[in-house]
C-alpha cells in the first residue's frame, strides 16, 4: 500500500460552488414541488468538504457572487477547514439550482451566473505543485471562461505531477452540444485522470443506452484514463484500471435524499485512493460514505471520522 499523501494539500477542487433549492417534499418533477429548503452545493465544492471532513487537506477554487448568498457560501464553506484562499467573490450574482429531492435521480434546473467566472489566477502554478489531486466536473467545464481556465490548470497540473480526477457530471440542460463535453472528457483520459462516471451520466453525455459497466469503463480507459469507476446507485459501483475490473454491490440502506451522494462516495474513493488502497478498496470507502449521506438530509457533519469508511 502506497501512501500518495507527499504535497502539503491532498486535493484542489475547481469549480461549481452554489445554492441548492431543493424541494421540501419527495417529488417526481419540478412542476410538482411546492415549497424549497436552501443547502450549499455544487459538486466541486461539496467534493472538497467532504475531503475536510475526512481529513484531508482540501482547497477550493471557485467563484461565488458579492452578495448575500456567496457571503453565506463562503462562510459556510469555512467552517468544514476548507482553504478558501482562491475562492474570489465576483460582480456575477450566485448561481442558483433548483433541484428535487428523490430517492432515484433528482430532476433540476441550473441559473448558472457566478460559479463560471474562475480565472486562471484561482489556480496558480504553486497551488498546483503543492496539490496531490486537481479535481473538477463537466459541469465546472461546460461554461466560459471556468472552462477555458479549468482546462489550462489540468494540463499544468499533469505536468507537475498532480493527479487529475474529473467527475462526468454532464446534463444536457446546462450544455445542450454534446460534441464539445465530450472533447473535454476525452483530453482529461489522456492525461492519465482518475473517472467517476454514472449510468445517467453515460447516457446525458453520449446521448445513447447506457452498455454495461464493464464496457462503459474500459471506453475511458481506452481514452487514457488511469482508474474508471462506475457508479450505479442501487445497483453498486464497477471499478477498473489497466490490469483489470471488480465489481461492488449496494448494501440495504434508509434513503432520505440522494442529493450529493455521488459528491460523498468520491470523497471515500478519493480519500481512499490518498491512502494507498487498491481500487476495489477505494470503491468499498466511497460506499460506506456516500451511505452516510443518502442516509440523511442535508450535509454531513463538519468531521468524519476516517475510520468509519474502513470499516
Known sequence: MKNRRGRPFDILCAGELLIDFISSGFAESLDEAKSFERHIGGSPANLCMNMARLGNTASLAASVGKDDMGSFLKEFVQKTGVDCKYLRQVSAPTTLILVTRTTTVANFEAYRMADAMISAAQMPLQRLQQSAIFHTTSFGLGKKPGQTNILKAARLATENGCQLSIDVNYAPKTCPDRENPRKLVAEF???????KVSEVDWERLYGAPFPDAGAAA???????ASLVCVTMGGDGAFVADQSGGEFLPARQVEVKDTTGAGDAFWSGFLTAWLDGHAPIACAKAGRSMAEMKISRFGPLPNRVDKALIYG
Open 189 to 195: 483520459c489522456d492525461l492519465g485522470a482518475i473517472v
Open 218 to 224: 474500459q471506453h475511458f480507459l481506452e481514452l487514457g
